[in-house]
């Protein structure tokens, strides 16, 4: 007989009450794969896209689905041909977005796509790094090249890639400029941004300054509205992938060059994390923490786009 997990469902696309609590078979790690036994997971925007049903060219109808990518727990199972990570390690990583599976008990992933946690984080703090923070370090570091001393503008701060932007951003001694609301500049500036301006008073657009990168974690500042504000060598990277981006990119006279990012899981970006993470050079923003029952209500909040940091489910106690 099957070996049973509790996992948070969904039998069709629709608002959060289409999630609900049930039991699932636990899956089995296959080669290369290992089963990991989540004490905390974290909420990312793709998630409440995805269940909204958005992304359903790409997520398709085969029902149910779990909801979740980041997670942080114990291995307790691995499959053949994993060689870096043993059952009882401590884990973190997130899965393919479009596959989910974290608002569980088990889930099965990629070894190669996961690494030991870092030793001065909890299950929570750990579970609200992986896809945040590889979306930060891949968008400035990969598709940027950014070297130090060369500045940044980062719209969108204080939310979950923002508020590790900001951090990864000092660590690659970058110059910071960042954008949010009045109520998260302090905690913006406390990060280590040079300056911020609040969204809600100054415009953008019209900031005078040029800049050899202007992250648009957001995704409301495309290239057209600020290209002005981005120096000749200089680049705009966007977290929202649209047909208009991907068209920009290829086109010989777009005013500047620009980049999609697309995060990924991988183990080499995690460990240079962890040595940021545990030198204190970066520490993430955890802003609430749900039970995993109440998952409803935590990808409501999320919804709402006025989290600072990182929604976190309990799955498990610590
Ligand atoms: N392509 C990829 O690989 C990838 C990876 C990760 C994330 N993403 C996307 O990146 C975006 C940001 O992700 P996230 O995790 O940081 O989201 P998030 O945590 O939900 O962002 C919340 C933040 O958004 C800010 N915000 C709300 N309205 C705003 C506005 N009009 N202008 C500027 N900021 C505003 C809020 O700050 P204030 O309250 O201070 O305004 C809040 O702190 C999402 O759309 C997500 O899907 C894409």
């Not at 946690?117 to 979306?135: C, D, E, R």
């Not at 040079?194 to 495309?222: A, S």
């Not at 749900?290 to 929604?311: C, D, F, N």
């Amino acid at each position: 007989m099957d070996r049973r997990m509790k996992a948070i469902i969904y039998p069709k696309y629709g608002p959060a009450e289409v999630m609900q609590m049930a039991e699932r078979p636990i899956p089995e790690p296959g080669e290369g794969e290992v089963l990991v036994e989540i004490k905390a997971a974290a909420l990312n925007p793709i998630d409440y896209v995805i269940r909204s049903g958005h992304m359903w060219p790409v997520t398709g109808f085969r029902f149910p689905k779990i909801p979740g990518s980041d997670f942080a727990g114990g291995v307790k199972n691995i499959g053949k041909k994993v060689n870096n990570i043993k059952v009882n390690d401590l884990v973190y990583g997130f899965s393919p977005t479009f596959v989910g599976g974290a608002c569980a008990e088990y889930i099965v992933v990629k070894a190669d796509s996961i690494a030991h946690m870092p030793t001065t984080l909890n299950f929570q703090q750990s579970a609200a790094l992986p896809l945040a923070a590889q979306t930060a370090m891949q968008a400035m570091r990969d598709l940027a090249n950014m070297q130090a001393g060369q500045s940044v503008f980062i719209h969108g701060a204080s939310g979950g890639v923002g508020q590790l932007a900001v951090q990864i951003a000092k660590v690659m001694g970058l110059k910071i400029s960042a954008s949010c609301s009045f109520r998260n500049t302090e905690m913006v500036a406390s990060l280590g941004a040079d300056e911020v301006f609040d969204y809600t008073k100054t415009d953008i657009r019209k900031l005078g300054q040029q800049f050899d990168l202007f992250f648009d974690v957001y995704g409301n500042m495309p290239l057209g509205k600020v290209w002005h504000q981005i120096t000749e060598k200089g680049m705009h990277v966007t977290t929202i992938p649209s047909p208009l981006n991907f068209l920009q990119q290829i086109n010989p006279f777009a005013k500047r060059r620009n980049r999609v990012v697309v995060v990924k899981s991988r183990r080499e970006d995690l460990l240079l994390l962890n040595s940021w993470v545990e030198s204190g050079a970066v520490k993430p923003i955890i802003d609430r923490v749900y039970p995993l029952a109440e998952v409803v209500a935590a990808h409501q909040y999320q919804e709402s786009k006025r989290a600072r940091g990182k929604v976190i489910l309990q799955v498990a106690p610590e």
